[in-house]
């Protein structure tokens, strides 16, 4: 693995420089606060390697910004996992700034942080980006996610003018949204229940304020997480638009597994499976979703699940100026029931 650094020491003329220096040259390169993925860098979902061997993980060549260092891979970057053992644990990945002794910047390097599910990682001390993680089912590695902050976008101040918007709930209350089937708030998430009948459902949604609207040709961003209860004879749908419009994008859910979904207002089409979701007699929110909508272009991206791109089918409008639209139904005579902990929704035109 290899990467390039600008600045280093050695681009800007060695340690003993006392303008043109690393330290001096990073502070005017950095765009804000803020360490990124500029292109790239992309996890795999899973990765197996000989029986009894450590596993190497192979990322995809691409760019970032740590610290206001520009940091390049031409070549695919890895790093090794020791061999899967019984037990399940997660691999948390970080692409890390490399100090030498004088503190100047001599590289870059993934490094990986295990912890026992559900715990969180504790970061390392040096500069860096969390790439996302990955998981050891004691056969293999598995459920890759890709969660590395891309490229900056406007603050959420810029929202405040107009033609931008942010929306964002954690549902503490659902006051002024519409409801059907049993709506229950709940100590961390809302829960919405069908009927014990075949064909019942339970919607929750929220239409958007006159004179505000999302632009769909504008990049936009929706952040959710979500749980189902079942994984059989139940359906649901999660997202901005209705899939009733077709005019639709967010995820849909079947028996398990939870897959992209969107929609141009002639056709509702899914994606590959995104994340698995369900099951227990314990109804929790626990599967985040991050789509982007940008550049004709849609990507999901589920925390502890994997990736998936659309560019086709895209919404051209806010499907029934719906802002937040969330449905489970029941295909069996039992009563099915999804949960919502937090929703967000942002534009910056």
Known sequence: MSFKIFPSANAVGGENQNIFSESN?????????????????????????????????????????????????????????????????????????????LNNVAGAELQYVVTLLPSKPLPPAQDYIYMGSIINTGISYAYGS??????????????????????????DSVDGMTKTGTVTHQDRHVSLATAASSGASATLSRKIPDRMTIYTNEPYFIRMCVGYNSYSAITGYAGVGTPASKQFVGISYRDGFIYGCSGDGTSLVETEEIAMAGGGSMLSATTEVCITVSKGKIVWRATDGQEAMATTYLPTELGDRTILYAEVKTNDAVSKSMALSYWMVAQFA
């Open 25 to 101: 040259l990073a502070s005017l390169t950095v765009p804000g606060a803020r360490n990124y993925v500029i292109h790239g860098l992309e996890m795999p979902f899973s990765a197996q390697g000989e029986a009894g061997q450590p596993v190497e993980l192979v990322f995809s060549p691409g760019a970032a910004v740590i610290a206001g260092h520009y940091i390049m891979s031409y070549e695919p970057p890895t790093v090794t996992l020791p061999a899967p053992s019984l037990g399940t644990h997660t691999f948390h990945i970080f692409l890390c700034l490399v100090y030498d002794s």
């Open 146 to 171: 890709n969660v590395a902050p891309r490229t900056p976008w406007p603050g959420l101040t810029d929202t405040l003018s107009p033609r931008n918007l942010y929306y964002a709930t954690f549902f």
